[in-house]
């Protein structure tokens, strides 16, 4: 059975979540079988009170007898803080892991995680790639890709992953672009492609996050100010705390991995998670 803590209406165990006055979140699972030995757990795990919820079915499912529980997760917080970068500040992802491991899920599957380092800290799990979203946003972008077209990768650690796509679709041409950030602020301070001409073809950036945009933005107008044709972003993780709409990117692929949508432009598509997992 599964229980999907993201789309309710989808769940086949019923549950009420809420929250106390007291701010500490709770969930009741409504009618669980007496003959389930099997439960599967989708949620996001966009705020601490998400990683608490998660944990809370858990142990709903424990009490009632049900014997080993698998869960998907489709955001990881802290997935970007994989490492300590400057004195004084905490190892954040190892955190979120050892709350997770005191869960004693029997299996963990994460979609593209920020970097292999979640999969070695969280115990049983493995990585969803995002080679389904990337397929999914090519279909849906076919007038561009029946053309020659670039996949581009924003940074060095993402180059692994675009080879890994760009072998798996036949892609003939990827991109490496180089960003320059300053550790202590964070703060972008400029980019750098090895491509000199994309002869008005058309440019997919692939990425796993989208926060603000601002690396995207750059991106863009780096790519345009080599010849680039229209500039498409494929993200699996859409944050997009300044909006959607982000300067020089024609278009955008996302997810609702880690947030609902209401309203999107029609420059932008956002698919259901549950369908690129």
Same mark, same amino acid.
């Given at each position: 059975?599964?229980? =999907? !803590?993201?789309?309710?209406? %989808?769940?086949?165990? $019923? /549950?009420? *979540?809420? #929250?106390?006055? +007291?701010?500490?979140?709770?969930?009741?699972?409504?009618?669980?079988?007496?003959?389930?030995?099997?439960?599967?757990?989708?949620?996001?795990?966009?705020?601490?009170?998400?990683?608490?919820?998660?944990?809370?079915?858990?142990?709903?499912?424990?009490?009632?007898?049900?014997?080993?529980?698998?869960?998907?997760?489709?955001?990881?917080?802290?997935?970007?803080?994989?490492?300590?970068?400057?004195?004084?500040?905490?190892?954040?992802?190892?955190?979120?892991?050892?709350?997770?491991?005191?869960?004693?899920?029997?299996?963990?599957?994460?979609?593209?995680?920020?970097?292999?380092?979640?999969?070695?800290?969280?115990?049983?799990?493995?990585?969803?790639? =995002? !080679?389904?979203?990337?397929? %999914?946003?090519?279909? $849906? /972008?076919? *007038?561009? #890709?029946?053309? +020659?077209?670039?996949?581009?990768?924003?940074?060095?650690?993402?180059?692994?992953?675009?080879?890994?796509?760009?072998?798996?679709?036949?892609?003939?041409?990827?991109?490496?672009?180089?960003?320059?950030?300053?550790?202590?602020?964070?703060?972008?301070?400029?980019?750098?492609?090895?491509?000199?001409?994309?002869?008005?073809?058309?440019?997919?950036?692939?990425?796993?996050?989208?926060?603000?945009?601002?690396?995207?933005?750059?991106?863009?107008?780096?790519?345009?100010?080599?010849?680039?044709?229209?500039?498409?972003?494929?993200?699996?993780?859409?944050?997009?705390?300044?909006?959607?709409?982000?300067?020089?990117?024609?278009?955008?692929?996302?997810? =609702?991995?880690?947030?609902?949508?209401?309203?999107?432009?029609?420059?932008?598509?956002?698919?259901?998670?549950?369908?690129?997992?």
């Amino acid at each position: 059975m599964n229980l =999907n !803590l993201i789309t309710p209406q %989808k769940s086949e165990i $019923a /549950f009420k *979540s809420f #929250t106390f006055p +007291d701010g500490q979140p709770h969930i009741k699972l409504e009618s669980i079988p007496t003959t389930t030995k099997h439960v599967h757990i989708l949620t996001r795990l966009s705020t601490m009170n998400d990683v608490f919820l998660c944990l809370a079915a858990k142990n709903a499912l424990d009490y009632a007898g049900v014997e080993t529980v698998d869960v998907t997760i489709s955001y990881l917080m802290a997935a970007r803080m994989d490492r300590v970068m400057t004195q004084g500040e905490p190892f954040s992802l190892k955190i979120v892991a050892d709350i997770l491991n005191a869960g004693q899920f029997r299996k963990v599957h994460i979609f593209d995680p920020h970097s292999d380092v979640a999969t070695a800290l969280i115990h049983r799990s493995m990585a969803i790639s =995002n !080679l389904t979203l990337v397929k %999914k946003a090519m279909e $849906a /972008f076919s *007038s561009l #890709t029946n053309k +020659d077209y670039y996949l581009v990768s924003p940074d060095s650690g993402a180059l692994k992953k675009v080879y890994k796509i760009a072998e798996a679709i036949g892609a003939e041409r990827v991109a490496e672009c180089i960003k320059f950030r300053d550790v202590k602020t964070g703060q972008l301070s400029g980019f750098k492609t090895f491509e000199e001409d994309f002869g008005q073809r058309p440019c997919f950036i692939i990425d796993d996050i989208c926060d603000g945009g601002g690396t995207f933005a750059g991106l863009a107008a780096l790519l345009k100010s080599r010849n680039a044709g229209k500039v498409i972003l494929i993200v699996s993780h859409g944050i997009f705390s300044r909006g959607l709409s982000i300067e020089g990117v024609d278009y955008v692929v996302s997810t =609702n991995s880690f947030k609902e949508f209401s309203e999107t432009p029609s420059s932008v598509r956002i698919f259901p998670v549950e369908s690129v997992l």
